[in-house]
């Protein structure tokens, strides 16, 4: 079997950026409509253009998202997408709804056809129906099984791919379709809209009593009843592939950069370990350690093994233990880069670097200079342009990360 693709997300430009110089394969992102995701910037017609330019440069590929579930209203605009989808060089067109997969077969026929997560397969008959139908890949639904998806590989063509999410964001849906933002909001979660009401912090009322609240749990914050953990597969790469997966997805198309770098340079290193050391492979401690080091929910395996406890009832909240503090735009010499900064930090702190495809490794802030050239103490300023000194090299496309005082 190929080596398994790391496929990344990018909300943005930069996140796109940060995918292919961490090491992502290939990129799944969303131009301005017809994606899941409306909270993240996405592209317009000439940044998609620019990302297939920039991804094919590197030997990557790029995955546009059709997956909303369209209205009548909304149709009519997707023709003249999908053929400006094709004439870039667009890979992959990610797809839910049937009526769209006929529409792409029309009028983007050079496009492979991946079907998305929303479409919930979950069975060998329905991925054999969706390739025959004219699919290249299925992006199995969250709910199934390591042991059903290895009969899926078994019972299907070898040249229909499967992706599997690895890590990130878990609903509390079937296949990612839910109503509960619809309902309390307006906000419709099948547009990429979603209010994220499953993360919300509950109380029970009895109608007879108005303003008094019983706790369903004994958390004086609320119950959180719905708020599931992240996905967090990792320490699984030799069974994701014992299983035939052909890609690993990272989920986060509204996630940051740093999210992207992150997560995409652990996969990356875990998967080529795997394949490098065989039966003899060993998860290494610090690949683990990273995704400690980005913005997360509790991890759990999702449903891969069966049941397991998906829930956590007593917060809503994101565990934090780094901050993003910088990115290297150039390395000017040993001890001297530029570097753009997103949260504050100060002279003398010591600074965690992850650089693109690397091993992470500590630096001493040793100066900073700003853009008139005057000494400052720290960054203050988000996207502040600065010149920094270091005692060690911190290479152009670095990650600078300060780890928060507990």
Not at 186 to 201: E, I, L, S, T, Y
Not at 243 to 268: D, L, P, Q, W
Request: hydrophobic share 35%.
């Amino acid at each position: 079997m190929n080596k398994p693709e790391i496929l990344s997300p990018a909300g943005d430009f930069e996140c796109l950026q940060a995918a292919l110089d961490f090491g992502a394969d290939a990129v799944f992102l969303a131009g301005k409509m017809f994606g899941m995701r409306s909270s993240s910037k996405n592209f317009d017609r000439d940044d998609l253009k620019k990302a297939c330019d920039l991804a094919h440069s590197m030997g990557k590929k790029i995955h546009v998202t059709c997956n909303i579930l369209p209205k009548n209203s909304e149709l009519e605009a997707l023709p003249s997408f999908l053929e400006f989808a094709q004439d870039i060089g667009v890979d992959a067109l990610i797809i839910a709804d049937p009526g769209v997969l006929e529409m792409a077969k029309r009028y983007a026929p050079k496009v492979a056809i991946h079907i998305s997560t929303q479409a919930g397969v979950t069975n060998y008959a329905t991925a054999n129906a969706l390739y025959n139908l004219g699919a290249s890949r299925v992006v199995m639904a969250r709910e199934v099984p390591l042991s059903d998806i290895a009969e899926i590989r078994a019972k299907t063509p070898k040249e229909l791919e499967i992706e599997c999410f690895v890590h990130g964001a878990m609903c509390v849906s079937f296949s990612g379709r839910c109503l509960i933002s619809s309902y309390l909001t307006g906000r419709d979660a099948n547009h990429g809209d979603c209010a994220q009401p499953c993360r919300w912090k509950y109380h029970l009322y009895e109608e007879k009593r108005e303003g008094q609240f019983f706790p369903v749990e004994e958390f004086d914050g609320g119950t959180y009843l719905y708020n599931s953990r992240d996905m967090c597969m990792i320490e699984h790469i030799p069974e994701l592939v014992a299983a035939g997966v052909s890609s690993f997805k990272i989920e986060g198309r509204a996630k940051s950069s740093y999210y992207t770098a992150v997560t995409t340079n652990a996969y990356r290193h875990a998967v080529d370990d795997f394949y490098a050391e065989g039966e003899n492979f060993k998860l290494k401690p610090w690949i683990k350690e990273e995704l400690e080091k980005i913005s997360h929910r509790e991890y759990s395996t999702g449903f891969y093994f069966g049941y397991e406890p998906g829930q956590t009832t007593d917060n809503g909240g994101y565990i934090r233990h780094y901050d993003a503090a910088a990115f290297c735009e150039k390395s000017i010499d040993d001890t001297t880069s530029v570097i753009s900064q997103r949260n504050k930090f100060c002279v003398g702190d010591t600074l965690d670097i992850l650089p693109p495809g690397g091993v992470p490794y500590n630096v001493k802030c040793i100066s900073l200079t700003n853009e008139d050239g005057e000494q400052v103490e720290s960054a203050p300023h988000p996207k502040q342009i600065l010149t920094m000194k270091s005692d060690l090299p911190v290479p152009a496309g670095s990650v600078l990360r300060r780890k928060r005082e507990q």
